[in-house]
């Protein structure tokens, strides 16, 4: 039986996906000399940072872990499965986007005793526009009301999971105080990023826009500041504790049936 309900559950696996091709990028102003390769944005993100394991204190930082996207610049991502706009995914969000932003150490412990005010030493600067579309013609913008900072919180945790949000009632304050395993808890098992949804679509005249799934993520950098650096997107994937559950109650109800 746990085997069936294994093989029943892959389908909620197989979805787990990270953007796979460059459509088009424009680097912008300010960026850092050599962090202009979009193709570093593809994949998952960055688990070692050249120096040890990416976590939020360690963030990635090499020009072959982000790009940069200055001021008038502009990155557009292709996905291979689209993102499904479901209701049903963790906090209603359907994409994460991981940045390079890392949390200050505020007790000068460097050597994994860090503690921090939940203040940002790198990223979360930019007014990054993130827009979606199913075609790669026709974008829609999502809301910039509802829109979390891009290259902000939460920085990447490589301990987590790249296709779980973290809860995004957490501010800078919640993680005030907090010691890299107190981090995690409040990560509740996420590998960080800010997380965004496609209910969030508006048109040109800022009316909503129903879209049942998407092929393209756009971000495009609109005033001066500090570039955004991006290291990756992932799909978000629902867990698949809740689809083995139903699953295994199928494979039961089968079973029986062909018992009787």
């Avoid at 395993?181 to 048109?203: C, E, H, K, T, V």
């Avoid at 040109?204 to 971000?219: I, P």
């Avoid at 650096?229 to 867990?239: F, G, K, L, Q």
Wanted: charge should be negative; hydrophobic fraction near 40%; charged fraction near 10%.
């Amino acid at each position: 039986m746990l085997a069936l309900a294994g093989a029943l559950s892959v389908p909620a696996i197989t979805r787990a996906q990270y953007a796979s091709s460059v459509v088009s990028y424009t680097e912008g102003s300010g960026v850092a000399t050599g962090y202009d390769n979009p193709n570093a944005a593809l994949g998952g993100p960055t688990l070692y940072n050249g120096y040890q394991n990416t976590d939020p204190f360690n963030p990635p930082y090499l020009a072959s872990d982000i790009v940069g996207i200055g001021t008038g610049g502009s990155l557009t991502l292709q996905f291979n499965t689209p993102i499904e706009n479901n209701p049903g995914n963790p906090f209603g969000l359907d994409f994460i986007i991981f940045g390079h932003a890392g949390f200050n150490i505020t007790n000068g412990n460097y050597s994994g005793g860090g503690i921090t005010d939940g203040t940002l030493f790198t990223g979360g600067t930019s007014d990054v526009r993130v827009s979606v579309s199913a075609d790669g013609t026709t974008f829609y913008t999502l809301n910039p009301a509802l829109t979390p900072q891009v290259d902000g919180l939460f920085p990447t945790d490589a301990s987590g999971n790249p296709f779980l949000p973290v809860t995004p009632t957490l501010t800078a304050a919640d993680f005030a105080g907090q010691d890299l395993a107190g981090i995690r808890a409040l990560y509740d098992g996420s590998a960080g990023g800010a997380g965004f949804s496609l209910a969030w679509a508006i048109d040109s005249n800022g009316q909503s826009v129903s879209l049942s799934s998407v092929d393209y993520v756009r971000l495009d950098v609109l005033s001066d500041g500090t570039p955004a650096y991006i290291d990756a997107m992932s799909v978000v994937v629902p867990e698949p504790a809740t689809w083995a559950l139903a699953l295994t109650g199928t494979g039961l109800f089968f079973l029986r049936r062909r018992v009787c």
